[in-house]
């Protein structure tokens, strides 16, 4: 059995300024956080600096694993990488400028 129900696969790409956003939105989840792993796809990003510190400042409140790619291949091959290193039962995509309700994990689970 997966130990991660959920993995959120989340592709950056200048976007950097809105991730805090998006990992706050799953870091408040009122779903068992630790049964949720996160994926950030480093699409090249000309910041990658900044989302570098980003994610090492969450990593005491997420799982996160964070795959930093050496050239920009684009959302669909960013998505793919994630898919691919993804431990959990089922993926979500959250895109770096967007956000997750607080209750969008618990209510999936009851559905599944």
């Avoid at 949720?36 to 994610?55: F, G, H, L, Y």
């Avoid at 291949?73 to 993926?91: C, D, M, P, Q, W």
Wanted: net charge negative; aromatic share 10%; with cysteine.
């Amino acid at each position: 059995m997966n130990k991660y129900m959920f993995s959120i696969c989340i592709p950056v790409y200048n976007t950097e300024k809105y991730l805090p956003r998006a990992l706050d939105s799953i870091v408040n989840q009122t779903f068992d956080i630790s049964k949720i792993e996160v994926v950030v796809i480093n699409d090249a990003s000309p910041n990658s600096a900044v989302c570098a510190k980003i994610i090492k400042e969450y990593l005491s409140h997420l799982s996160i694993q964070y795959i930093k790619k050496e050239e920009n291949a684009g959302l669909l091959s960013a998505r793919k990488t994630a898919v691919e290193a993804a431990n959990g039962e089922y993926i979500l995509f959250l895109d770096a400028d967007d956000t997750f309700q607080l209750d969008t994990c618990h209510i999936l689970s009851q559905f599944i």
